[in-house]
């Protein structure tokens, strides 16, 4: 019995890891409780994000990769736009870089949403120095497209986290 315990030990200590990683509480400038990121993420890896989101003087479009342990798992695009979009039609789209498998339009407390396997889009009336309008897209990176593995997971991150990125932009 020591020895197994000695011989687990040894192994943290040579990999340099626990058997846990910590999730974020923040995910590119928004909170987000770690219980809705976890399904969307590669267990027990370390997360980190690239974040080129200016909130103060938004780009038309920016990006804020999601990385697990090294490698993109979560693309998450904003974008600020002078012309109401319908979601459902910008995840169909062939010329979209937020094309979804299989969407399917979701009630949400702001805006309008869809939700597809690999992906989620939502949108909403947004006054700020980029454009009247706000989207989100929520794109997973490396899953089966053909399955509806994540859809449940998703709706629920966007649920939570759109309205609270759509707050943290303090719309007019």
């Keep these: 019995m020591l020895a197994v315990g000695l011989l687990a030990l040894g192994g943290l200590w040579l990999t340099g890891r626990d058997e846990t990683q910590a999730l974020p509480e923040t995910l590119c400038g928004t909170r987000v409780d770690p219980d809705l990121l976890k399904p969307l993420l590669p267990p027990d890896t370390a997360v980190s994000e690239e974040n080129d989101v200016d909130r103060e003087s ?3 479009s920016s990006w804020c990769l999601v990385s697990a342990d090294g490698e993109t798992a979560i693309r998450l695009r904003f974008a600020w736009h ?4 319908d979601p459902l039609k910008v995840a169909n789209s062939t010329s979209s870089v937020s094309q979804l498998e299989v969407p399917e339009r979701v009630e949400i407390s702001e805006g ?3 939700v597809g396997n690999s992906g989620t889009i939502a949108t909403t ?14 794109l997973l990176e490396g899953v089966n497209t053909t ?6 997971s998703l709706e629920k991150f ?7 990125t759509v707050k943290a932009l303090s719309c007019g």
Excluded: H, N, Q, W
């Design 147 to 152: 399955a509806d593995t994540y859809r449940s």
């Design 158 to 164: 966007m649920r939570a986290y759109f309205p609270a």
């Design 112 to 114: 309008r949403a869809v």
């Design 82 to 85: 002078s012309d109401r979009i």
């Design 125 to 138: 009336a947004c006054k700020t120095e980029g454009g009247s309008y706000f989207t989100l897209s929520v």
């Design 58 to 60: 938004p780009s038309p």
